[in-house]
C-alpha cells in the first residue's frame, strides 16, 4: 500500500513546536513518511502562530506558497493547524480555499484523518524533518473563532521530536490566567492548566532513554506550574522530581513570571545540579506607569531587587528578558527608564519587540499612538545598548573553561563546530563557536573561551 510522503512547517514558539511534534507523532504512528523538499510531499501541514500580525502575515504567505505545489508538484492536500486556526477559524475558511482540512488546538489527533492519510510501513519516530517557512503576506483581521481551548498533552501522547535528539522540550501546562493588556493568548490557548507531575516525570524518563541529554520546561507561565492543582511550590517540586533521572545533564527553564517567582524556587534553581543556571523572565517594561498599562505590576526597581536575588545564589548564571517597545502611552521619559534599567540590569540575552494592536485585547481600546518610526527607532536603540552589554559579558568569559553541549557542524563551514553553554538555549541565544578540536554531535565537552564573535564566543576542545 501507498505510503503518503508528509512535510511539516512549523512556526512560532517552542510551545507550538510541541504541538507539531504531536501531530507527527500521530502521522508517524500511522506510517507516514517525513520529507524536506515541499515539491515531494504528498501532504503538507503547516502549524501556524497566530500570536502578532506579523506572525499572522508570514503564516498566511506560507499557506499560499504550499497551496502553489497543487498546480506544480505532486501534493494533493494541505492542512493548517494551530494557534491562527483557533483564533480565526471561520475567517480562514473562507478566505483559504485552498487549504482542504483546519485543524484547532484542540483537534491535534485529528491530524491523520484531516490528512488523507493511507496506512503504510512504520518510520522511527524521532529526528523528523521540518520544511522552512516563506515569507510574509497580508493576515487575517476579523475575530471569528473557536474559543480557548482546552487540550493538555499527557506522557502517552504520540509525539515525535522535531529538535535534535540530545535535546527536547517538556510543555508542563498549557494557557494562562494573567490580563497582560497586550496578549490575546488567553483568549485561544485557555486558561492555565497544569499536567500532573508524575505525568511530565514519566514523559521526561521517556525523553532520556530515547538519547535526549537536555530538556527545556516550557509554559505561558512556567514559575505559576501546579498552582491550579493546589500545590504552593509546584516548580520547585517539579525540579526536585526530574533532577532525580540520572540520563539527564541539562534541565532548563522557560518562561518565568516575576509576580510568581517565590524564594524557594530560585534556591531550588541554584541548589539543584542539573538545573542549569539560566533564568528566562519576559519582563516586557520597566517603568512603573507603562507597567501599569500593561496590566504587569512592578517597576525596574522591584524588578532589579529580583534580579539580585537570582544573582545572590547563581553568580555566574545568564539572564534573559524581553521588552515591549511602543506601547500606547509610552513617553520618551518612561522608554528612557527602560534604557536605564536595561544598562543596570545587564542581562547575558534580550529580545525586543515593537507594539502592534492586538484584537480582543484591552489594549486595543486605546489609540496606539507611538509612531511606527519612533517604535523602530526605540527597538534599535535598546539592541544597540545590549549589543555592548552582551559584549562586555562574552568578554569576561574569554579564557573560562566551560561545558558545552555540542550541536554539530557550523551550517556555513565544516570548519567549525558548533555548540551551547549552560547559559545559552537552543535557537534564541548566541552559541559557541569551537574552532579546534573534534567532538561528536550530542556529546558535552570542556571549552576553552579564546575570543568573542559578536553574540557567540570560540574556543578549543580541552577535554571531555
Known sequence: MKT????????????????SEVMLGHLGRAGCRFVQDPAEADVILVNTCGFIEAAREESVETILEAAELKKTG????????????????????????????????????????????????????????????????????ATAAWGPSTYLYDEHTPRSLATPAWTAYVKIAEGCDHTCAFCAIPSFRGSFRSRDTASIHAEALALSERGVREISLIAQDSSHYG???????????????????????????????????????????????????YVDLPLQHAHPDTLKRMRRGGSGESHLKLLERFRAVMPDGALRSTFIVGFPGETDDEFEALLDFVAAARFDHLGVFTYSHEESTPACAVPD??????????????????????????????????????????????????????????????QVLINDGTAEPGSFVRVELTETAGYDLVGRVVGA
Open 369 to 430: 499612538d507611538v509612531p511606527p518610526e519612533v517604535k523602530e527607532r526605540r527597538r534599535e536603540r535598546l539592541m544597540e545598548l545590549q549589543r555592548g552589554i552582551a559584549t562586555e559579558a562574552n568578554e569576561r568569559r574569554v579564557g573560562r573553561t566551560v561545558e558545552v553541549l555540542v550541536e554539530g557542524a557550523h551550517p556555513e563551514t565544516e570548519h567549525l563546530l558548533v555548540g551551547r553553554t549552560r547559559g545559552q538555549a537552543l535557537d534564541v541565544d548566541g
Open 227 to 277: 498552582r491550579d492543582l493546589g500545590m504552593t511550590e509546584g516548580l520547585a517540586a517539579l525540579l526536585a522530581e526530574l533532577n532525580g533521572i540520572d540520563a539527564l545533564r541539562w534541565i532548563r527553564l522557560h518562561y518565568l513570571y516575576p509576580n510568581t517567582i517565590t524564594p524557594m524556587l530560585i534556591e531550588t534553581m541554584a541548589a539543584l545540579p542539573r538545573v542549569v543556571d
Open 4 to 19: 503518503t510522503k508528509v512535510g511539516v512547517i512549523s512556526l512560532g514558539c517552542a510551545k507550538n513546536l510541541v504541538d
Open 74 to 141: 505532486r501534493l494533493r492536500r494541505l492542512v493548517v493547524a494551530g494557534c491562527m486556526v483557533q483564533r480565526y477559524a471561520e475567517e480562514l475558511k473562507k478566505t483559504l480555499p485552498e487549504v482542504d482540512a483546519f485543524i484547532g488546538l484542540d483537534q491535534l489527533d485529528r491530524i491523520v484523518e484531516s490528512a488523507g492519510v493511507e496506512a503504510g510501513d512504520a518510520v522511527p519516530a524521532s529526528d523528523l524533518p521540518l520544511l522552512q517557512p516563506g515569507a510574509r503576506a497580508a493576515g487575517p483581521t
